[in-house]
């Protein structure tokens, strides 16, 4: 089955710069990966998602790329602000109908 | 996109007990999923609801924990069975959106503490 890795597991930037997250997955069948944002007390709330026939997408401040060959997906936060800290999770699936299958966590603290 | 209400949103459990979280979906869907998230950590796939058979439960987890119930295509129900401390987490429910390709619709949880 299907295996996300996730890193770094906790990120602290200086307010202004940009963060990086990175996630490989296992199954080259996998076609939509979408990440998600954690704050304290709630439910993941999805940010961003990309799908295999593309290889960027990007959404005002946050982008996600991907590469298919290296099997490997990462998001990126530009001009980060004390409310992007928060735990950030990878995902991938083959399909909707597909469970997804989630990356460990990233903490991100962004440090005004 | 899809609008998913699940209940309890929190409760506090008496060891040795067991509760029923509800999912209900306002369309109709093949496939329902139910995650357990344990405090700090990711999201674990406990199993897939589909309606008019057997749940199918990941490694790790068994029916006779985590009984689900899929009576129709908008309705599911994951019992948590003699509850240890060890259960004490988020615990949500996921549906495909229907129209969304793969985009996947988390409910908002229940949060269980178990004393």
């Known amino acids: 089955g299907e295996n996300v890795e996730q890193h770094p597991s906790t990120l602290s930037v200086q307010e202004g710069d940009s963060a990086v997250i990175k996630c490989t997955y296992s199954?080259?069948?996998?076609?939509?990966f979408p990440w998600y944002k954690q704050e304290l007390g709630k439910r993941p709330q999805l940010i961003i998602d990309i799908r295999s026939n593309v290889g960027e997408k990007k959404d005002q401040r946050i982008a996600v790329t991907l590469n298919k060959t290296a099997k490997h997906f990462s998001l990126h936060i530009t001009e980060t602000q004390p409310e992007d800290s928060a735990v950030y999770f990878c995902?991938?699936?083959?399909?909707?109908?597909?469970?997804?299958?989630f990356g460990k966590g990233t903490r991100l603290s962004v440090i005004a | 996109s899809a609008v998913i209400s699940q209940k309890p949103s929190r409760d506090i459990c008496q060891r040795g007990t067991s509760l029923t979280i509800q999912c209900q979906v306002d369309?109709?869907?093949?496939?329902m999923f139910w995650y357990r998230q344990q405090p700090g950590q990711s999201l674990t796939l406990i199993a897939t609801?589909?309606?008019?058979?057997?749940?199918?439960?990941e490694s790790g987890f068994v029916i006779d924990k985590f009984p689900i119930s899929r009576p129709n295509l908008t309705f599911s129900t994951l019992t948590v069975s003699n509850m240890s401390p060890e259960d004490s987490s988020i615990y949500l429910c996921?549906?495909?959106?229907?129209?969304?390709?793969?985009?996947?619709?988390f409910g908002e949880g229940s949060w269980l503490t178990v004393v």
């Open positions: 996921s549906v495909p959106g229907a129209s969304s390709g793969n985009t996947i619709y």
């Open positions: 199954d080259s069948a996998s076609n939509y």
């Open positions: 369309s109709q869907v093949t496939m």
């Open positions: 609801a589909n309606q008019g058979s057997e749940a199918t439960y």
């Open positions: 995902a991938a699936t083959y399909s909707g109908n597909t469970p997804l299958v």
